[in-house]
């Protein structure tokens, strides 16, 4: 169970403000996307609800936590990025158990969360390869395994399909879409295609210059242009 809520939300580098007071109260489950001309922030408010960045003042809520404060792994949330960052020496299993060895999860355990995010993203036969040996497609799916087997209550995804093509970008957004739903996780998603925000969003936030211009469903938002 996660809502969001931010607060009031500013960011500095510098004296330099950009991003300038931002609120949004995001429901358990509710799938927003966040879009936006390049430069308007969307990526730097992804990275401060995942604590990679730092709030120059503001608060951020997560479930019935104060998260401002907190180290990324311990916001109950899993972040999947556009170049996937996997670890290109490990295995595939091994890119998806890795945060979890770090936290101590026992073996068996580890087993079966990979096995079964494995299954869920048809990625059983290529557990032992390196990621190299992968589609971008493969990899992309890989990137979901190790947010699955986290099981966060919240996902963010920074433009997850930009570096693949046309006719994949369309089948991971259904796979995406079909996953989150499945495990009825918050999703906040920043991307720059429109086509992939409408067919995703419940809700969308515009952004422009460092604020949310517009809050709402994507036929609403885009009916008040
Ligand atoms: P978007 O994701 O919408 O393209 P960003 O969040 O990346 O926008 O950037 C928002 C603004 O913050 C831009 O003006 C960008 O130049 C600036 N910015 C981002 N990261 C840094 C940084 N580490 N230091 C200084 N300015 C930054
Ligand atoms: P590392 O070399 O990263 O320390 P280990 O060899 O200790 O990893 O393996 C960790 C666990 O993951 C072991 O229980 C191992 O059996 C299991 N494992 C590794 N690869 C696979 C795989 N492809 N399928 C199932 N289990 C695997």
Redesign the pocket.
Known sequence: MAEIKLESIR?S??R?E??HGIDAEISDGEFIV?V????????????MVAGL?SITSGDIHIGDRVVNRLEPRERDIAMVFQNYALYPHMSVFDNMAYGLKIANVPKAEIQARVAEAARMLELEPYLDRKPRQLSGGQRQRVAMGRAIVRKPAVFLF??PLSNLDAKLRVQMRLEIKALQRKLGVTALY?T?DQVEAMTLADRMIV?NG?VAEQIGAPLDVYANP
Do not use: A, N, W
């Open positions: 960011k580098y510098g330099t950009v991003i966040i936006g001309p390049s430069g308007c922030g969307k990526s730097t408010l992804l990275r960045e920074d433009e920043v720059h952004m460092g």
